[in-house]
């Protein structure tokens, strides 16, 4: 099955991906994970990609297009596979289009604006470890020190309410129109996303037997 997988921001589109994943025995292809890799493997459109990180500008659709295609040559794509983070605009879905690749479904995880801020600026990491918290869903035993080293717990500036109101207004302007582009396709399925994981999971797994 050949998935996408849609939803703004921290509307928690990585777990499902995962689940899926392991569900359907197929690679969860997250965009920046690829590019990454790409970077690291120094393929040609990796290269590609590197020249625009270094020079601190995005790297333009044809090279993202250009790494994905790489990406789903690969044979373990051959009997399915999880785009998250691609298409991000409609001349990305077009590209994707073009490729000849018929996608079976699109998965659209909807959580309203309110909630992700909510979600997203409450989150806290350890400066020394890494250990991930929440204000109000996984409270540390004492208040801004991480439970296993003791380190102080901060707030990261992409969690920061402005930075995730910023970047949800980039989603409904670029990547919303998605929806409209694949419901007429008739593949669009909506997950209304709920305040617990395991919830929203289980709507999730409904939507791709439906």
Do not use: W
């Amino acid at each position: 099955m050949k998935l996408i997988l849609l939803g703004a921001p921290g509307a928690g589109k990585g777990t499902q991906a995962e689940v899926i994943c392991e569900k359907l025995s197929i690679p969860a292809i997250s965009t920046g994970n690829i590019i990454r890799e790409a970077l690291k493997n120094g393929t040609e459109m990796g290269l590609k990609a590197k020249s625009f990180i270094d020079a601190g500008k995005l790297v333009p659709d044809e090279v993202v297009i250009g790494i994905i295609k790489d990406r789903l040559a690969c044979d373990d794509c051959n009997n399915g596979f999880i785009l998250d983070g691609f298409p991000r605009t409609i001349p990305q879905a077009e590209a994707l289009d073009a490729m000849g690749i018929v996608i079976d479904k699109v998965i659209d995880i909807e959580v309203p604006d309110e909630k992700i801020v909510k979600r997203m600026s409450g989150r806290r990491v350890c400066k020394d470890c890494g250990a991930s918290y929440h204000l109000e869903y996984k409270k540390p035993a004492k208040e801004g020190v991480c439970n296993l080293c003791g380190g102080e717990l901060v707030q990261r500036k992409d969690d920061h309410p402005d930075t995730v109101l910023d970047r949800l207004s980039v989603y409904h302007e670029q990547t919303e129109p998605l929806k409209s582009y694949y419901g007429n396709k008739g593949i669009l399925c909506v997950v209304e996303g709920q305040e617990e994981v395991k919830d929203t999971t289980a709507l999730t797994l409904k939507a791709l037997e439906d």
